[in-house]
Structures are given as structure tokens and as C-alpha cells.
């Protein structure tokens, strides 16, 4: 845990402070964009296309402006994590993309703007895909 929080403060100070959208650093390759007081990154190996991890992160972007209501930022996502887990869930299982077309992501998720909210159990299923993430990242 000590090493994933000092790669996370290596990266962020390597790229909080210049107009690039794309990083390499550790071996690996980092695209990014800032929206207000948020920072979002997708990191993939070295030898991943680049062109293939930004359009990830666009497809992040877009679909989390879409649940946050255009306000893509830190206060906005944190009061919103329960939609945000879903758009990630919808894009990547395991480290394996599964989806980049924001539009899609979107239409899986099925949020709309005048939704109440989300079910208990839609909830429950990204926590539970959480857990087995996390679970199969410490088993390597």
C-alpha cells in the first residue's frame, strides 16, 4: 500500500504542473486530464497504445460529466461515488476494457438526471466487483 500511495504522489506532482496529457514514469504509461480541482489518470504498461488509453480516459470524462452533471469535479464525484463506480465498472473489468464509447457506458449505466437515485443492489454489485478486484490484486 506504502508503494501504490508513493507511485500515486510521484505522478501526480510529475503532472499536476504542466500541459501534457501524457506521462511516463516506473514503466509505465500515464495519460491524464484536470478538470477544476480533479485530477484523472488511466495508467496502462509501457507497451500500451496511447491513442487506446486516451480514449479510455475521454470516454471516463464524458460519461462522468454526463452523471455529474457537467461538474466534473472533487466535490461533485465525492457526493456522486456510487454513479462513478458504476461508469468505471462499465469501462474496465480487471484491467481489461470493455468499453469506450462514452454513449454506451452511459446508456449501461442508465442514469438519468431526474433518477432518484441508484438501487441497493446496483450498489452492492460494484462494491462487490471492488472487493474481488482489490482481492485478485493482492493475490499477485
Known amino acids: ?31 491524464y486530464k484536470s478538470s477544476i480541482d480533479l485530477f ?32 466534473v469535479e472533487k466535490r461533485w464525484l465525492l457526493e456522486n461515488m456510487d454513479g462513478a463506480f458504476l461508469v468505471l465498472d462499465e469501462i474496465v473489468d480487471g484491467g481489461v476494457i470493455l468499453e469506450s464509447d462514452p454513449q454506451q457506458v452511459i446508456q449501461k449505466v442508465n442514469f438519468r438526471a431526474d433518477d432518484s437515485g441508484l ?17 485478485w490484486s493482492l493475490l499477485k
Open 1 to 31: 500500500m506504502k508503494e501504490q500511495m508513493a507511485f500515486e504522489k510521484n505522478v501526480f506532482n510529475k503532472t499536476s504542473r504542466t500541459d501534457s496529457e501524457i506521462a511516463f514514469f516506473g514503466g509505465m504509461t500515464i495519460v
Open 40 to 71: 484523472l489518470y488511466v495508467v496502462g504498461s509501457s507497451h500500451e497504445n496511447e491513442l487506446m488509453l486516451m480514449s479510455v480516459l475521454t470516454c471516463l470524462f464524458e460519461s462522468l460529466n454526463h452523471v455529474l452533471r457537467k461538474n
Open 119 to 135: 438501487t441497493e443492489q446496483s450498489v452492492a454489485q460494484v462494491l462487490q466487483s471492488a472487493k474481488e478486484q482489490i482481492k
